[in-house]
């Protein structure tokens, strides 16, 4: 019953998102409506579908060298697989499980003696994203204040909450590999005085192995360096195909704020969220019509709709197949 209630409740807040960013509140309206099919540049459309697989390839290849630092040897064409079917969780939610939970129950069903570094493989992951969009936020951003801050008040918010949201994230995610340290968690561990659950106790030795194999680590941000781009790049392609002659620069400005904000737990999928985050930016700071961000906004959630499409496809395999409930008893077991 609550997972419903849950499910209802998101469904109202993506209804009401979408709305607000289709209503244009607090922009002036300039354009003339959404684009039909047949005025959309339907090459860009396809080259932003391809720019998003490279965004499934890049981010597998992220999450592998890290299940490698762990001791966990899969061939990267499953990891891709898994990438790809956690794609298709992320974005539906099905049954009230996410991304996370599938790729960990799919490989720890192949590897059940390595779920420990199964799951810690895939929190490390998102640290990996945090700090790889953290950088490339301050790298398009520094030394653009005074440009930045010439915007309108609302944006002006928006880019400042990123500042704070990013440095924060840095700075926990060095605190977690602090306190993971042996010398630190000794010290406030020591014999004695450690934790009763026995996964708790294996949590810091396992985290610890990511700083040992530093080089597994470089690779994991290198790879999610190159995915960031990519990903973004799709939404660059996106709104040249409803007809905007936006310069990529912008784009690779806006996108890490409305990916962050995109994926905090308001609507489903972020619909609604980001393409008012995207509209607000866009028009900040390029002058592009509402209607145009809007609609380069959801042609880029497409784009990456039709590879969680093919996610679903490899979830009907007999290999992969399971049900939301199966997933969550294993991924809650600890």
Not at 46 to 66: C, D, K, P, Q
Not at 136 to 161: E, W, Y
């Amino acid at each position: 019953m609550k997972k419903w209630l849950l499910f209802a409740t998101k469904l109202v807040l993506t209804a009401l998102c979408l709305w607000w960013a289709f209503s244009g509140v607090g922009i002036e309206r300039e354009g003339t409506g959404l684009p039909g099919p047949s005025e959309l540049a339907w090459p860009w459309i396809i080259a932003g579908t391809l720019l998003a697989g490279l965004t499934v390839l890049t981010t597998a290849l992220r999450w592998w060298f890290l299940l490698l630092a762990q001791g966990v040897r899969i061939r990267l064409w499953r990891a891709i697989e898994l990438t790809l079917i956690g794609n298709l969780f992320n974005l539906f939610a099905l049954g009230g499980v996410g991304g996370d939970a599938a790729r960990i129950f799919l490989l720890v069903r192949d590897h059940p003696e390595r779920k420990m570094g199964v799951t810690l493989a895939v929190l490390m992951d998102h640290l990996i994203g945090m700090v790889a969009m953290s950088m490339m936020f301050f790298a398009v951003t520094a030394g653009r204040f005074q440009d930045l801050d010439a915007l309108d008040t609302m944006s002006r918010g928006i880019l400042r909450f990123a500042w704070v949201f990013f440095t924060g994230g840095l700075v926990a995610v060095g605190l977690m590999f602090l306190l993971a340290s042996p010398k630190v968690h000794g010290w406030i561990h020591p014999p004695g005085r450690e934790w009763s659950s026995e996964f708790l106790r294996k949590i810091p030795k396992t985290y610890d192995i990511f700083r040992k194999k530093w080089r597994h680590v470089l690779a994991s941000l290198v790879f999610s360096l190159l995915m960031l781009p990519a990903y973004y790049s799709s939404f660059w392609c996106t709104a040249r195909a409803v007809g905007s002659g936006v310069d990529i620069g912008p784009v690779l400005t806006a996108m890490p704020v409305v990916d962050a904000l995109a994926a905090m737990p308001i609507s489903i999928a972020g619909i609604g969220v980001r393409e008012k985050v995207f509209q607000v930016l866009m028009h900040a700071l390029t002058g592009m019509p509402t209607e145009l961000a809007v609609s380069a906004s959801l042609i880029g959630f497409f784009c990456s709709l039709v590879w969680a499409a093919l996610g679903g496809l490899l979830f009907l395999r007999p290999r992969d197949r399971a049900t939301p409930h199966e997933i969550e008893e294993l991924t809650h077991e600890g």
